[in-house]
């Protein structure tokens, strides 16, 4: 079998007895000669240069020193037990502290001796030092420095005792790739090699790990992002493409009655042409014999309610049903009582079920759906419990999709014995080439354009030491007729706290604004649903002129009237959930504000993420920075976590790459859509490789 050597597990390597393998599964996943190969250095390190001491500054990132160990000592006890050492050169010292895995450490350092030092400084207590750092005796060092440009490898205080630091690492990496055996054959074809100049396998995964030059490095490096992007991407492609030929769609043939007189009588407003065009490209899905897998994006406000309406009616003209999912109780609310409005009179049947659901009228929507005499179903995720049963469910749409797990989304799949279209909505925009890996499996269409006449809400920064400036703007705002949130954190860890946190602060609002003059609203997710929505029909009724609220209704909800949004605790959050809070104001006509409340002490993420919403209304611009701050793995919507889990590309940084190993997939598929071509042969190995190493996608819908 061509991929033996690399299947060869790990104990099988010279170097690695029983023990060394348990400690590499357990610490770092490596189980196989390939796993091993495929663990990348996270830095190299140009040997031949030196800091001293005196030129650490704030921004530098690992350095190397050299200098003499002076002095060795335990400070503290118990868990706040420290080693300390100080290392001094010609222009200073510094200390280097380590929190574990002593008994290691202290075999290693000698007082007296000249050391290399390799590791990050951070500033602490008024001053640098370095925590954890590498370190080796300089004699060693430079015997053992043949090539001055070294690689480094992360690893774990256990594997560390038992010898495997970094150097530990790369020597069984030497092991590896001078075995005799080694066989790594290759997995590219030629024509894609030769069409990007790309390095062979071999030689990449050779290199990355012991490069003559930094030149060869980058060069090793680009092919085996190429690589991994690539058959990540061809994965998705072939997913996709085997999806729309195995799984037959419901036609819907008709744009008929329903459609059309809504959008004769009584559409509210003109449609914008963003919405045009996406109901275009659903419609086109619809009638293509193909099930839609499609998710729309569109930033806050964009009016995607009014999208999923105009859907929905297309497969009730067909004598289909829909349903509209929500993640909250509050938003399903919402959408029922909107389009239940903008529909009145067209003859369509809207119903609503959530958890809250009385058992009688349980009752009757159950006979409805079964008889097929109700057409659209809006709910939470009730709406997917198994005992709701549809007579035709034709259309599925999901509003929010990010707050879903993959497995309330399967089970949609399952409430018809045919698939039916499957339309994802999404607010938490992301950037093109992202969502191309995210959701590289579904057909992407965007609302980029918000409805006319709104003026970008302006946000402001206001310091907690000086938050009574908020209380006049407040009023000010009520006294023009308008209406205010102010929202509070409430975070699982510290829900008790918060909601006392929140309790305060609704008694200071109350104490602020009196009745008679003013009434306010509460909602947290602590209480009833009857009472929420009690709630929040007071407000939206205008028979209160401020709501007091947690996150609950952070995503969807839509009350055009209030122009005000008061963000507490606003460097708890991140910048995508304060983007779709600030979304809750700025959807009339009137000019409305966000305002964000933080501590006087702000961490430098948590100023660069409010200073990016003071910036910028844009949630494109926003994904960026935020994609930046936090890297992909938290974000919104990483459902595929396997995608996640790249070795050595980086999906914000190789956006160039993830667009051209996309294109040549499609290219390679629409050239040998079977892959039985000869030249396609090292492509399917690999695949097979893949699928067996890492499950195959196909589950994920
Ligand atoms: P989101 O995309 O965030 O779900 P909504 O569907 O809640 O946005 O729409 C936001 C607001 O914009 C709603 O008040 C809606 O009535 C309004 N709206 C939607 N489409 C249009 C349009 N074409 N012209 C004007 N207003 C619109
Ligand atoms: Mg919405």
């Given at each position: 079998m061509a991929d033996s050597f690399l299947d060869t597990?790990?104990?099988?390597?010279?170097?690695?007895g029983p023990k060394r393998a348990e400690l590499l599964k357990k610490e770092?996943?490596?189980?196989s000669f390939y796993d091993l190969i495929h663990f990348f250095p996270f830095r190299y390190v140009d040997r031949s240069r030196f800091y001293t001491?005196?030129?650490?500054?704030?921004?530098?990132?690992y350095i190397q020193l050299k200098g003499t160990i002076r002095n060795v000592q335990y400070i503290g006890a118990g868990r706040g037990k420290r080693l300390v050492a100080t290392l001094s050169d010609h222009t200073g010292t510094i200390e280097m502290v380590w929190f574990q895995g002593f008994r290691w450490i202290e075999g290693k350092i000698k007082t007296g001796v000249e050391y290399t030092i390799f590791g990050k400084p951070s500033w602490f207590n008024g001053r640098f030092n370095l925590a954890h750092p590498e370190l080796e005796p300089l004699i060693e060092a430079q015997a053992s420095s043949?090539?001055?440009f070294m690689p480094f490898y992360s690893s774990t205080e256990k594997l560390k005792s038992a010898g495997l630091d970094s150097k530990g690492i790369s020597k069984l990496m030497k092991n590896l790739v001078s075995s005799d055996r080694i066989d790594i054959p290759e997995n590219l074809p030629f024509w894609i090699l030769d069409r990007y100049k790309l390095m062979p396998r071999l030689s990449a995964l050779t290199q990355i790990h012991f490069p003559d030059n930094p030149e060869i490095q980058q060069k090793a490096e680009a092919r085996l992002k190429f690589e991994e992007l690539f058959f990540i991407q061809l994965r998705l492609c072939k997913l996709k493409a085997t999806r729309e030929q195995k799984v037959k769609g419901f036609v819907f043939p008709v744009v008929g009655h329903f459609f059309n007189e809504f959008f004769k009588l009584y559409l509210p407003f003109q449609l914008t042409d963003a919405q045009k065009k996406v109901i275009r490209e659903i419609r086109v899905d619809l009638g293509s014999g193909k099930q839609m897998n499609r998710l729309l994006q569109g930033d806050v406000g964009s009016g995607k309610t009014l999208v999923a309406l105009m859907v929905a009616l297309i497969a009730i003209d067909n004598g289909f049903q829909a349903c509209l999912m929500s993640p909250t109780e509050i938003l399903a609310n919402q959408h029922y009582q909107t389009l239940q409005k903008m529909t009145q009179g067209l003859g369509v049947s809207i119903h609503l079920l959530t958890g809250s659901t009385k058992a009688a009228v349980r009752k009757i929507i159950d006979e409805g759906l079964t008889n097929g005499n109700f057409h659209l179903l809006i709910g939470?995720?009730?709406?997917?419990?198994?005992?709701?049963?549809?007579?035709?469910?034709g259309l599925v749409i999901i509003d929010?999709?990010?707050?879903?797990?993959v497995e309330q989304r399967a089970k949609l799949w399952k409430k018809s014995n045919h698939p039916p279209h499957i339309l994802v909505m999404t607010a938490t925009p992301i950037p093109r080439t992202l969502a191309m890996t995210l959701y590289g499996d579904l057909d992407i269409s965007v609302i980029d354009k918000l409805p006319p006449g709104r003026k970008p809400v302006v946000t402001r920064h206001v310091y907690e030491s000086s938050r009574l400036r908020i209380i006049g703007f407040m009023k000010k705002q009520i006294e023009g007729g308008r209406q205010i949130f102010i929202v509070y954190p409430l975070i699982k860890e510290s829900e008790k706290l918060d909601l006392a946190n929140l309790m305060e602060g609704y008694d200071a609002i109350i104490r602020s604004f009196p009745l008679p003059h003013y009434a306010v609203s509460i909602v947290h997710g602590k209480m009833k649903s009857a009472d929420k929505e009690f709630e929040m029909q007071r407000f939206i009724k205008g028979q209160t002129q401020i709501m007091v609220a947690t996150?609950?209704?952070?995503?969807?909800v839509d009350i055009p009237n209030a122009s005000v949004m008061i963000i507490e605790n606003?460097?708890?959050?991140?910048l995508s959930q304060l983007h779709q809070l600030r979304g809750?104001?700025?959807?009339?006509a009137d000019q409305s504000y966000c305002v964000l409340v933080t501590g006087d002490k702000l961490s430098a993420d948590s100023l660069t993420r409010i200073q990016t919403m003071v910036g910028s209304n844009n949630g494109f611009e926003i994904a960026e920075v935020d994609l930046r701050l936090r890297?992909?793995?938290?974000?919104?919507?990483?459902?595929?976590s396997g995608i996640m889990d790249?070795?050595?590309?980086?999906l914000v940084r190789d956006e160039a790459i993830i667009a051209t190993t996309r294109n040549i997939a499609m290219e390679l598929l629409h050239a040998d859509p079977r892959l039985e071509k000869d030249i396609h042969q090292p492509v399917v190995r690999q695949l097979l490789f893949l699928s067996k190493k890492y499950g195959d996608w196909s589950s994920i819908s």
């Open positions: 597990p790990i104990e099988y390597l010279k170097g690695v770092l996943g490596i189980f001491i005196r030129e650490i500054e704030n921004d530098v990132n043949s090539n001055p939470t995720h009730a709406l997917i419990e198994e005992n709701v049963v549809f007579k035709n469910l929010e999709q990010h707050r879903f797990g996150t609950v209704i952070e995503v969807g606003a460097e708890r959050y991140g809750r104001v700025g959807r009339g890297g992909p793995g938290d974000l919104a919507g990483t459902r595929q790249l070795k050595i590309a980086n």
